[in-house]
């Protein structure tokens, strides 16, 4: 039983190093150009599962990368990172939900994948899902909740969410008006361009 058992262990443990030098391999192919040897590495893993494989190939995809644009296969594995937990193909899935790219438009669907992204830290899905808070678009129309996730956003230096939190200051929308407090975020952002 405890040979079995160290086996089973010796088993995965080559199997995620494996996978990681097939990661990383299609991660230096990519970087020199050379999209089909990164298929070549990524693709494999993507069919097994591989979440970190299953987001790469399906921005190669996207992005036509050694593949035609394929929005269908795009969401395909995208999908499959995204029931994972992977916090960019969720928010990539989102996107194609309010874009209505590979899938019929569904801002529910779209709000749903921003959520799960924003609650392990994707600022974008952080910002996004403040945005649909702050219109109601497919959530209700809630600032307190848009504010909370412009905060999120904005303490990461994304600085499309330093200006709305400046602008929710500055208004009062969700919180009281604050406008020293609105400046401080207007600087931040004005800091990045915005």
């Known amino acids: 039983m405890r040979t079995i058992l160290i086996f089973t262990v010796l088993n995965l443990v080559l199997n995620a190093q494996a996978v990681q030098a097939g ?3 299609g ?3 990519f970087r020199r150009g050379d ?3 990164a298929l070549r590495e990524w693709r494999p893993l993507a069919e097994q599962g591989d979440a970190d494989a ?5 921005m190669m995809y996207l992005a036509g990368l050694g593949v035609p644009k394929d929005y269908k296969e795009l969401v395909r594995f995208f999908r499959l990172a995204a029931e994972q937990g992977h916090p960019g193909a ?3 899935l989102g996107t194609m939900y309010d874009r209505g790219h590979g ?3 569904d801002h529910k669907e779209e709000a749903k994948w921003y959520r799960l992204a924003a609650e392990q830290g994707h600022a974008t899905s952080q910002y996004n899902l403040g945005v649909m808070h702050y219109y109601g678009q497919a959530v209700p129309q809630d600032y307190r ?3 909370k996730w412009y905060l999120l956003a904005a303490k990461q ?3 499309s969410a330093q200006l709305s939190v400046g602008e929710m200051y500055h208004n009062g929308q969700g919180i009281p008006q604050d406008y020293k407090e609105a400046l401080k975020w207007f600087q931040e952002a004005a800091e990045q361009g915005v």
Do not use: D, I, K, T
């Open 145 to 147: 909740e848009a504010l």
């Open 90 to 92: 969720q928010f990539s």
């Open 157 to 159: 230096g994304y600085a």
């Open 35 to 37: 999209n089909l040897a």
């Open 103 to 105: 899938v019929l438009q």
């Open 54 to 58: 299953c987001y790469r190939l399906g």
């Open 23 to 25: 990661l990383e391999e």
């Open 27 to 29: 991660l230096e192919a």
